[in-house]
Every structure is written in C-alpha cells, then in structure tokens.
T-cell receptor, first 111, second 116 residues
C-alpha cells in the first residue's frame, strides 16, 4: 500500500522567510496530493492540492510542486507570518477518499 | 455554507463501553470519511460511506463500524473500548463529481475521545 514520508518534523523560521516542507510517496498510482494545515484544537484545513497531471500550483503565498518521476511533492510558503504557525500534513491517494497522510510538520514562525 | 459538524466535541468513556460519534457533512456532499488521529500513529483512514454504503475501509478491527443515513449524515461506533482507542476522531466530507468518485476532503473539528 501507499506510504508517505514527510520532512522535516519541525521547522522554525523568522517572519518573512520562506518555509519548505517535503513529502515522498511510494505508490506510483497515486494521483492526488493535498496539503492540510491543522491548528490547535481544530480539524485539518485543506490549503492547497495538486493532481498528477500538473507540476506546480500556486495560491497567493502558497505553492506546491510535484515530481512524479522522483515521487515527491513539496509545499512552499513565502513571506511567512506568525499566523502560519501550525502543523502541516501532506497526503496522497491513488484515487478515492482513503488519504494516506504524512506524520506532519510543526511550523513555528517567530516575529 | 456551513462546514462539517461533529458531535459531541469531547467524550470520556471507560474501557469496555461503546461509543457513537456523529457527523453532518457539508450540504450537498454525499461522501463521508472517518479518520483516527493519535500522536503515535498520526492520521489513519477508518472508512468511507457514499449513498449509505461503505465504499472503502481501512485497516481497523471490526469493533469500529459506521453507517450513513439517507440525508448523508454519518455515525461511527466503537464497541468494547480499549485504552488505545483514545484519539481525535475526524470526519471529512467530499463534494460530488460527475463520476461520483472524489478525493477532495473537508474536515470537521473532530471528537476528542478519552478512554479511562
């Protein structure tokens, strides 16, 4: 079955810096890769997603890149702000709704 | 549009008891998935329901079950609770697509279950 590895587990940046979180997946049939942000006491919030027929997608300060050959995808956050502090999860699925999640990255943005 | 709602938000039970959790999806969403989140195992898929039928199932024991009603609301039941069942249980709903098969999921706030 699918396995998703996520790195780093913790990431500390200064406000205004960029943050990059990387994930690798094992199942070449995976075709959907969402990213979620989870704040304390809340459920995961979908922030951006990408499908296997696209190499990059941007939404304001957030971007995701996908390398199907290497089976890895990354989340890029530019101009980080204190409110970006949260746990970020990547996920993958070969289709359907059984998302396989990475272990999460705790991002801390200090002002 | 209102988001996914889950009730109750917090629950305390003792070993051996059973528990039922409820989830109301986003209006118009017919697919509901359940996940268990623990510090050790992370987010793990339990099962998915679509049009009152279980469409997909994760690797959890039979003590974990669910159902979906005609209005797409879903319930999850855990029987004979164990200490290791303490977790945040998350429900997610997915919008319909022309193919009836979708992967975009929107999560609710979760139900925090503590087993003593």
């Amino acid at each position: 079955g699918e396995n998703v590895e996520q790195h780093p587990s913790t990431l500390s940046v200064q406000e205004g810096d960029s943050a990059v979180i990387k994930c690798t997946y094992s199942d070449s049939a995976s075709n959907y890769f969402p990213w979620y942000k989870q704040e304390l006491g809340k459920g995961p919030q979908l922030i951006i997603d990408i499908r296997s027929n696209v190499g990059e997608k941007k939404d304001q300060r957030i971007a995701v890149t996908l390398n199907k050959t290497a089976k890895h995808f990354s989340l890029h956050i530019t101009e980080t702000q204190p409110e970006d502090s949260a746990v970020y999860f990547c996920a993958a699925t070969p289709g359907g709704t059984a998302l396989i999640f990475g272990k999460g990255t705790t991002l801390s943005v200090s002002s | 549009k209102a988001g996914v709602t889950q009730t109750p938000r917090y629950l305390i039970k003792t070993r051996g008891q059973q528990v039922t959790l409820s989830c109301s999806p986003i209006s118009g969403h017919r697919s509901v998935s359940w996940y268990q989140q623990t510090p050790g195992q992370g987010l793990q898929f339990l099962f998915e329901y679509f049009s009152e039928t279980q469409r997909n199932k994760g690797n959890f024991p039979g003590r974990f079950s669910g159902r979906q009603f005609s209005n797409s609301r879903s319930e999850m039941n855990v029987s004979t609770l164990e200490l290791g069942d303490s977790a945040l249980y998350l429900c997610a709903s997915s919008p319909p697509t022309s193919g009836g098969f979708t992967d975009t999921q929107y999560f609710g706030p979760g139900t925090r279950l503590t087993v003593l």
